[in-house]
């Protein structure tokens, strides 16, 4: 699997982003699809994971009411949808495939990913 993370930018504050990562090279329709981030001088972090059917999501307590996942299977497709954004959500952020084949959203270490996309930066200006 391949995967292509997109739509990270520049946004004041209070605003919002829209990421997407596009997978090629097989289906990723039975993984749990997760996001991470990393910001400069920290390690990488969890963000969400959502099931493969979609119906189940995980979130930091961060980003908890603010950010949301979503994935269309057909497309082999996922998102993160980023609304109320805060300084602190500045980082280079990475989606992944779960290691195996599963539909549990409790995959929040960096190990249980095996597939990742090259990153996305976002910045989000005070």
């Known amino acids: 699997v391949q995967l292509q993370a997109s739509g990270g930018g520049l946004v004041q504050a209070g605003g919002s982003l829209r990421l997407s990562c596009a997978a090629s090279g097989r289906t990723f329709s039975w993984y749990t699809m997760g996001w991470f981030r990393q910001a400069p001088g920290k390690e990488r972090e969890f963000v969400t994971a959502?099931?493969?059917?979609?119906?189940?999501?995980n979130y930091a307590d961060s980003v908890k009411g603010r950010f949301t996942a979503s994935r269309d299977n057909a497309k082999n497709t996922a998102h993160l949808q980023m609304n109320s954004l805060k300084p602190e959500d500045t980082a280079v952020y990475y989606c992944?495939?779960?290691?195996?084949?599963?539909?549990?959203?409790?995959?929040?270490?960096?190990?249980?990913?095996?597939?990742w996309g090259q990153g996305t930066q976002v910045t989000v200006s005070s």
């Open positions: 992944a495939v779960s290691t195996v084949v599963t539909n549990t959203v409790g995959l929040r270490r960096v190990s249980e990913y095996y597939y």
């Open positions: 959502i099931s493969w059917s979609g119906i189940s999501t």
